[in-house]
């Protein structure tokens, strides 16, 4: 009787024993981040942020190439990437009218050489005799020093002479060329003799 006594003791001292280690390990595994969830977390965390910022780039030769103002931008650690709220992007070209494109909000990646654009986006630009040309979509990437902007959304181009609608467009930039790429429809008035 002694023996199952001293039995039943000690298999409650092991189940206790057994019990604390399980709740401790339970314990230190959620309050003591892992490195794996300390390098996410410092990767989405904000290290810089500006508000109602004016950003101007120049080119090797001094002249001016872009210009981005917005209302905020927040920069992040781990991508390097930055969220911009209502991004207005000015893309300078040498004897070519400026191209402005504005957005609800927007991503830079790390050079700042790619832009996404999202929500609301609009494109234009004057021609010489001063009348715009318009394209408006719901998101565009834009590389800034290649020339080039494109989209696989639904695209409404406008100028004084008509309106083209289509799906996905490639613009270069430099060239003034835009192709829309699918489902192309148009109205095209042309000039007064």
Known sequence: MLRRAIATQEMTAVAVLLLLVGA???????????????????AAEPDAFLKNFTLTAMDE??????????????????????EVSKPHLTLY?????????????????????RALLQEQVVMEQMDKQGHP???QTRDLTVIP???????????????????????GLRAY?????LSLLANV?????????
Not at 28 to 38: D, F, H, W
Not at 101 to 107: K, L, N, Q
Not at 145 to 167: C, F, L, M, Q, W
Not at 185 to 193: D, H, L, S, T
């Open 24 to 42: 401790t390990w339970w314990y230190l595994g959620r309050s003591v981040p892992t490195p794996e969830r300390t390098v996410r977390s410092l």
């Open 61 to 82: 030769r001094g002249l001016l190439q872009q210009q981005l103002v917005a209302d905020k931008m927040v920069h992040f650690t781990g991508s390097g990437e930055s």
């Open 93 to 113: 070209r040498e004897q070519q009218n400026p191209w402005e494109i504005t957005a609800e909000r927007g991503w830079f990646n790390t050079n700042g050489d």
């Open 133 to 135: 040309l318009t394209l």
């Open 145 to 167: 020093k290649k020339n080039y902007a494109e989209t696989d959304a639904a695209v409404t181009v406008t100028s004084h002479r008509g309106v083209i609608r289509g799906v």
């Open 173 to 177: 930039l430099k060239e003034g060329r």
């Open 185 to 193: 429809k148009g109205r095209y008035e042309p000039q007064a003799r």
